[in-house]
């Protein structure tokens, strides 16, 4: 009756540590595939990721470095509201 016992625990035991090693088996696959496709954009040249993080680049200098600089020459510009900027550029560079 113990054998029976400690046979099914351990082989519940296993049923959760095989499915948990296919969820890292997927999560593995799924990254070699994402760093699959960047491979194959960054090969094409241009790409609307660099494209876009050009313009997102140029919106934060816009904001942190030219508005201040013409700011002390007098004259003033507006500023880019950043909220959407940072997480669309986070997003970008592989956050969550």
Sequence with gaps: ?????????????????????????LVAQNSHEQNQITLEETRKGFTWRQGLGWVLTFIILWNYVIVPVLLLFGIVLPI??????????????GGP
């Design 1 to 25: 009756m113990i054998g029976m016992i400690i046979d099914l625990i351990k082989t519940g035991v296993g049923f959760f540590q095989k499915k948990e090693q296919s969820k890292q088996e």
């Design 80 to 93: 880019v509201p950043l909220d959407e900027i940072w997480k669309v550029l986070i997003i970008l560079i």
